[in-house]
């Protein structure tokens, strides 16, 4: 027996789409770590804080607006709600990268809270946010993604 799949136009994307996508992510990176260098005079090690934020602030809607194009089901998902979507999952993303960082032995504090949070955003803006910008909420694509990152096999130990 045969499955239909129900592929719509947009629903495959193409090398050059995928190739453009990356670039343009890693172009919006370098012009983030030139503007922080040789326009506001900071970098990683002397104001971390600050660079972490500029950085992520200049690539969230490059990351946000590229991969909305990519959503599934464009027929019932507007470029708008994938938007929000992206946008929703900022935040959601950076707390479980807050959380995971945490429990990896980050320092917990007043005085690391913010450096902290600013990781966390730009890690979600490349980790979180594009898959929350192409597959929404749909508990059936988090779990296919999910599903391969399980051990198949007994490792031994």
Same mark, same amino acid.
């Given at each position: ?11 495959? @994307? ?19 770590? *030139?503007?922080?260098?040789?326009? !506001? ?15 992520? $602030? @200049? ?19 507007? !470029? ?36 902290? @949070? ?13 898959? $929350?910008?192409? !597959? ?5 694509? *988090? ?13 031994? @130990?």
């Amino acid at each position: 027996m045969k499955v239909k799949e129900d592929k719509s136009p947009q629903s495959t @994307i193409s090398s050059c789409q995928e190739f453009f996508t990356q670039v343009c992510c890693g172009l919006a990176l370098a012009i983030g770590f *030139w503007l922080a260098h040789n326009v !506001y005079s900071v970098n990683l090690v002397s104001d971390p804080k600050n660079t972490l934020r500029l950085i992520w $602030a @200049i690539e969230c809607p490059v990351v946000i607006l590229l991969f909305s194009c990519f959503r599934q089901k464009p027929e019932k998902c507007s !470029y708008l709600k994938a938007v929000a979507r992206g946008l929703l999952g900022l935040p959601a993303g950076a707390l479980l990268n807050v959380l995971g960082a945490w429990a990896l032995g980050a320092p917990v504090g007043l005085q690391y809270l913010e450096k902290t @949070i600013n990781w966390s955003l730009l890690m979600s803006l490349f980790t979180f946010v594009p898959a $929350a910008s192409v !597959y929404g909420s749909s508990w059936t694509d *988090w779990h296919r993604i999910f599903a391969r990152t399980k051990v198949c096999a007994d490792i031994g @130990i």
